[in-house]
């Protein structure tokens, strides 16, 4: 059997409508991890004072938040008016707009520095997008991004997916089948998918680290709450099947139990290119 044909447009319509749901939840616990790559992710991009920078699919507006701090100039979008708000009350004085990454709102080469942190996973159509990102970036500005690692590094993620597993779980129905979760976690896929859009001086680096928790029920209800394809996954199934899934979830994160704490591996991929000089 094949694997189930990807929908590009339903996909995207199901991330848009699970974000408007998931702001605040993911606000409470999974911005906790994301957040931390966020002065990576703008040094890759060689954000500093006077630098015009895009932060794409902004969320809460962590990484618009730093780079202001950095003296930057800081507009950041995101495709769910849920998160836009958020950003906005968090962040008074930023500039926080609701659009869709495929089609910005923005003039070609508008911008010295555009960063996505973890946004190209949930996106139906990657490189379509890229080439978006590319067009608005001036000549020489850089492009940098981040995405999960495999899910064996990136154990949070993992542990969900093995609980899945061990329960004997099917795919629920009415879940948009999209790209690969852990396609740039790959770093051939990722260099490729900068390269195939004409960035140069690419490069791609792993970064690594531990996210404590205080409980079992912290990290389940963190990545229910705050998460859309991972959550779909659990909550549309019956409930004696996401019965048999915590149960096997509670097993598996007792491995990574430290006292009182839990302490996950966190692993992401960083990958970062340079517009190359007009031509002519």
């Known amino acids: 059997m094949g694997k189930p044909e990807i929908d590009p447009d339903a996909f995207n319509a ?19 991890i994301t957040s931390r790559l966020v002065d990576p992710l703008l040094d890759a991009a060689g954000v500093q ?9 902004s969320g809460p507006g962590y990484a618009a938040a730093h780079a202001a701090d950095r003296g930057a100039s800081v507009v950041g979008v995101d495709g769910a008016a849920a998160m836009v708000s958020l950003a906005g009350g ?45 067009r608005v970036l001036r000549p020489n ?49 990722f260099e490729a998918l900068l390269r195939e859009q004409g960035l140069e001086d690419r490069t791609v680096r792993t970064i690594a680290f531990t996210h404590r928790a205080g409980s079992a029920d912290e990290v389940w ?11 779909a996954m ?28 839990i302490e996950l591996p966190v692993s992401v991929k960083l990958a970062a290119g340079r517009k190359p000089p007009w031509v002519g």
């Open 141 to 189: 500005a850089m492009l940098a991004l981040t995405a999960w690692d495999l899910p064996e590094n990136a154990r949070f993620l993992g542990l969900v997916l093995d609980a899945v597993a061990e329960a004997g779980a099917s795919p629920p129905e009415g879940i948009p089948t999209g790209p690969d979760f852990f396609r740039f976690s790959v770093d051939a896929e």
């Open 221 to 231: 209800e963190g990545m229910l709450d705050g998460t859309v394809r991972t959550s």
């Open 49 to 57: 004072a006077g630098t015009r920078t895009l932060d794409l699919a």
């Open 90 to 134: 968090l962040h008074p004085g930023l500039e926080f707009r609701r659009a869709d990454v495929h089609r910005l709102p923005f003039d070609d080469a508008s911008f010295d520095a555009v960063v996505g942190n973890f946004l190209i996973l949930h996106l139906g159509r990657p490189e379509e997008a890229v080439r978006e990102f590319v």
């Open 14 to 32: 199901f991330e848009a409508t699970g974000w408007e749901e998931k702001a605040h939840g993911y606000d409470r616990f999974l911005g906790r």
């Open 234 to 261: 659990i909550l549309r199934q019956p409930q004696e099947t996401q019965r048999r899934i915590r149960e096997q979830f509670d097993r598996l994160i007792d491995g990574y139990r430290r006292r009182d704490a």
